[in-house]
């Protein structure tokens, strides 16, 4: 629940496509009113209901490159053949509020993110309150059912999530945690106790 007197955390969450991280970070988001949402760039376009300027800040190619240009990206990735991007500056302004912020990027971005990370002074709030999180699937099974479950991709795109799935599994080891999202309640639960734990509130 919120609180000032918490640490103020960087959280970044990975995990394959249809592994539930979205439901996570949007129950996450109810229920720790300090946690902000990193809404990142993309030149994808809107899936299902997505909207511009919630779930991504939806450009075009030629407005992408020129915030790449302006060097406005913390992180930025091709990700299943389309960019995606994590603006600094709101990353930055959330964090001297006192506040949390919560990512939702690849293991190419993370990375990224955790070599910028190192760089900076061990005070600073980015490097201070820096956590990161693979979730994984129980099973690839499982993978491939909520994926289809989900009904937003074509089955090419789904194929495609698919293989990239295995790469991005074979580099959980580089979080520093990992939960696996085989019952949903039990996955939260552990994420809760983490950020708790993280920001001090036990
Ligand atoms: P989706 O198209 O399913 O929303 O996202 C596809 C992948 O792009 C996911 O793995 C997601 O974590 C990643 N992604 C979303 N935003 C960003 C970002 O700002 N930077 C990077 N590197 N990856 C992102």
């Known amino acids: 629940m919120q609180s000032k007197n918490t640490k103020p955390l960087f959280i970044v969450m990975s995990a394959p496509s249809g592994c539930g991280k979205s439901t996570l970070i949007d129950m996450l988001l ?3 009113h300090d946690l902000q949402y990193s809404i990142s760039c993309t030149t994808r376009a ?11 800040h939806f450009l075009t190619v030629e407005r ?10 913390l ?3 091709e990700v299943h053949g389309n960019y995606y991007g994590t603006l600094k500056q709101p990353i930055v302004e959330v964090l001297a509020e006192g ?8 293991v190419v971005g993370a990375a990224k993110v955790r070599d910028y990370v ?35 991709d074509s089955p090419d795109v789904i194929e495609r999530r698919l293989a990239n799935a295995e790469g991005e599994m074979a580099r959980a080891g580089e979080y520093m945690y990992q939960v696996t999202n085989g019952d949903l309640g039990m996955a939260y639960r552990k994420l809760c106790d983490l950020i708790d734990v993280l920001s001090g509130r036990m």
């Open 75 to 77: 992180e930025y990735a």
């Open 118 to 152: 190192k760089r900076l002074p061990p005070d600073d709030p980015l490097r201070a309150g820096y956590a990161d999180i693979f979730i994984n699937p129980p099973d690839f099974q499982t993978l491939r059912e909520r994926l289809e479950r989900r009904g937003t």
């Open 64 to 73: 992408f490159r020129e915030l790449l240009a302006e060097n406005a990206f």
């Open 30 to 32: 109810q229920e720790y």
């Open 99 to 106: 506040n949390s912020m919560i990512l939702d990027i690849d």
């Open 46 to 56: 809107p899936r299902g209901e997505e909207e511009d300027g919630i779930d991504y």
